[in-house]
């Protein structure tokens, strides 16, 4: 199993400041996926990168794949409490089903 | 309509004891999956099939067996019950494996006690 490490694990911040999420591995993947999970439900998927160096954006969140394909980063800008919630990067080894990072709660106060 | 849909949403049931977890999609996917959510909120893959056939068994105890009636379909009996199953299990599909979008379920909290 190829291990993802995200950090932080927990940030609590107020609304209106920026903050990264961070997705680590030793192990190249050929596309690194970011889902978001509330309370009570499922993850949802945010956005998949898949070219080394890309950078997506999704309104206020920005997405970048390294690279070298092993990390990912994922940047909001004036947060708000809507944004509250478990944040998970995924990769998938070939022919395998996706495994996930240990994900970062993130908590935004207004 | 739902697409990815499970049942029970919650379980609460006695060690020792025998349950099932169904899960149902109507998105025409081709694969579908079984994680398990602990109590750190870490998701790890249990199973995966793909048109009914078994295609990933992580290291799961024996203990629990999928079952895949159709390709849409995929249930989870778990036997036995201990202390340690407590968790929220998610179902999912996806087209291609690993490449794909993954459509969770809402999950079911089993609570052993």
Not at chain 1, 23 to 44: A, T
Not at chain 2, 37 to 42: A, C, G, H, R
């Amino acid at each position: 199993t190829q291990l993802l490490e995200q950090s932080p694990q927990f940030l609590s911040i107020q609304e209106g400041e920026n903050l990264t999420v961070y997705c680590n591995s030793s192990s190249v993947f050929s596309s690194l996926q970011w889902y978001r999970q509330e309370p009570g439900e499922g993850p949802v998927l945010l956005v998949t990168v898949v070219t080394g160096g890309e950078v997506k954006k999704l309104k206020r969140l920005t997405f970048q794949f390294g690279d070298a394909r092993k990390d990912s980063s994922l940047h909001i800008t004036a947060a708000q409490p809507g944004d509250t919630g478990l944040y998970l990067c995924a990769g998938a080894p070939e022919q395998y089903a996706l495994n996930f990072g240990k994900g970062t709660s993130l908590l935004v106060t207004p | 309509d739902t697409a990815v849909s499970q049942t029970p949403k919650y379980l609460v049931t006695q060690m020792g004891n025998d349950k099932s977890i169904k899960c149902e999609q109507n998105l025409g996917h081709d694969t579908m999956y079984w994680y398990k959510q602990d109590s750190k909120k870490f998701l790890k893959i249990m199973f995966s099939y793909n048109n009914k056939e078994l295609i990933i068994n992580e290291t799961v105890p024996n203990r629990f067996s999928p079952k895949s009636p159709d390709k849409a379909h995929l249930n989870l009996h778990i036997n036995s019950l201990e202390l340690g199953d407590s968790a929220v299990y998610f179902c999912a599909s996806s087209r291609p494996i690993s490449t794909g979008e993954l459509f969770f379920g809402e999950g079911s909290r089993l609570t052993v006690l």
